[in-house]
T-cell receptor
Framework: EAGVAQSPRYKIIEKRQSVAFWCNPI?????LYWYQQILGQGPKLLIQ????????DSQLPKDRFSAERLKGVDSTLKIQPAKLEDSAVYLC????????????????FGQGTRLTVV | QQPVQSPQAVILREGEDAVINCSSS?????VHWYRQKHGEAPVFLMI?????EQKGHEKISASFNEKKQQSSLYLTASQLSYSGTYFC???????????FGTGTRLTVIP
């Protein structure tokens, strides 16, 4: 099966500019995640969608970050305005229904978008 | 809420064994283990559920001590392909919203 698709792979912007990332999850996966991974650290969950509803966005800096998942499939993550500390790899992942846990909640990650804010 | 992993880094020769530990201060529903190679996406290794058995995957296995909120990943007879950074992700609610540790960098040399 096709994996999680993300674009663009790389993006360089100046601080205070805006940027958007796109993610297409594995077909049939109800749950979609956006993670931020700063160099040398583990991924940090920004937002989790179940179909087109938000399950968890407690770590999303809502003053500058926004995300949507229209129609419960593709998703976009936006940063406006960007700061230097937003430089990171933004990973999208998807999994089957996750609310009850269990063996089928393996998350598949995309290749990520490497964002550099200068 | 971020779990603590140890060691931070380890170097092995092919065929040697290693143990990576993951500890949380919160009660856990499950622990997930991933491996990430440089410049690549994290790849799933296994999930350990509360009340579940020790899991195995070829020469990689793991355990979960619910009382101590600790998990350990065991790599036996390491291969060059095992090199990478290993992350544990902890799930406190069963909703799969993971908190990842800072990672353990494993290097296997010939």
């Amino acid at each position: 099966e096709a994996g999680v698709a993300q674009s663009p792979r790389y993006k360089i912007i100046e601080k205070r500019q805006s940027v958007a990332f796109w993610c297409n999850p594995i077909s049939g996966h109800a749950t979609l995640y956006w993670y931020q991974q700063i160099l040398g650290q583990g991924p940090k969950l920004l937002i989790q969608f179940q179909n087109n509803g938000v399950v968890d966005d407690s770590q999303l800096p809502k003053d500058r970050f926004s995300a949507e998942r229209l129609k419960g499939v593709d998703s976009t993550l936006k940063i406006q305005p960007a700061k230097l500390e937003d430089s990171a790899v933004y990973l999208c992942a998807s999994s089957h229904l996750a609310l009850t846990g269990g063996q089928d909640t393996e998350a598949f990650f995309g290749q990520g978008t490497r964002l550099t804010v200068v | 809420q971020q779990p603590v992993q140890s060691p931070q880094a380890v170097i092995l020769r092919e065929g040697e064994d290693a143990v990576i530990n993951c500890s949380s201060s919160k009660a856990l529903y499950s622990v997930h283990w991933y491996r990430q190679k440089h410049g690549e996406a994290p790849v799933f290794l296994m999930i350990l559920l509360k009340g579940g058995e020790q899991k195995g995957h070829e020469k990689i296995s793991a355990s979960f001590n619910e009382k101590k909120q600790q998990s350990s990943l065991y790599l036996t007879a390491s291969q060059l392909s095992y090199s990478g950074t290993y992350f544990c992700g902890t799930d406190q609610t069963g909703a799969n919203n993971l908190f990842f540790g800072t990672g353990t960098r494993l290097t296997v040399i010939p």
